[in-house]
């Protein structure tokens, strides 16, 4: 059975204090692992996805990165607009065969 | 603007009745996809559909029902059979059968 575990539960950063989100995934021949944003009372937003081991994409202050049994969302120098719930999905084949974890809430104080 | 818009945002239901959320895409994409969110815990897929006509059951269908008439539109309803129907419930579509999910802002629905 495919399983995603994030790490920590939640996150209460300074701001400009960086630091990293974990997504632990345990799946059947990975295709893709995806991160998403999620606002209060909002609907996911993507914001990357990464398919090999060794891969890293990055947006402003976001770097997401994939090992073989991990990935990690880097968070450089954060800002209060990037308090928000960061999700990350494995899929093992389609998009029906995609596995969420219960995401990581970040709390950046100014 | 092109997306996904779900109706209503905020559903009170009353125990035994059947209610039905509207998920409405623009975006031409061929799969859409209901998603249900409950704190704590990652997000279940509910029922999927990958073209018009056709619907699948994904991980917790019981006690929900969908159509899918026309590609734009997916509704689900969620009926007197499902026994904790209170949640976060995610419209989402994608153009391509991959994890790149535009999702709607969602529908809260609590039973009083």
């Known amino acids: 059975e495919d399983q995603v575990t994030q790490s920590p539960e939640a996150l209460r950063l300074q701001e400009g204090e960086s630091s990293s989100l974990n997504c632990s995934y345990t799946?059947?021949?990975?295709?893709?692992l995806f991160w998403y944003r999620q606002d209060p009372g909002k609907g996911p937003e993507f914001l990357f996805t990464l398919y090999s081991a060794g891969e890293e994409k990055e947006k402003e202050r976001l770097k997401a990165t994939l090992t073989k049994k991990e990935s990690f969302l880097h968070i450089t120098a954060p800002k209060p607009e990037d308090s928000a719930t960061y999700l990350c999905a494995a899929c093992s084949g389609s998009a029906r065969q995609l596995t969420f974890g219960s995401g990581t809430q970040l709390t950046v104080l100014p | 603007d092109g997306g996904i818009t779900q109706s209503p945002k905020y559903l009170f239901r009353k125990e035994g009745q059947n209610v039905t959320l509207s998920c409405e895409q623009n975006?031409?994409?061929?799969?859409m996809y209901w998603y249900r969110q409950d704190p704590g815990q990652g997000l279940r897929l509910i029922y999927y559909s990958q073209i018009v006509n056709d619907f699948q059951k994904g991980d917790i269908a019981e006690g929900y029902s969908v159509s899918r008439e026309k590609k734009e539109s997916f509704p689900l309803t969620v009926t007197s059979a499902q026994k904790n129907p209170t949640a976060f419930y995610l419209c989402?579509?994608?153009?391509?059968?991959?994890?790149?999910?535009?999702f709607g802002e969602g529908s809260r629905l609590t039973v009083l």
């Open positions: 975006l031409n994409h061929d799969a």
């Open positions: 989402a579509s994608t153009p391509e059968n991959t994890g790149e999910l535009f």
């Open positions: 799946v059947s021949g990975l295709r893709g």
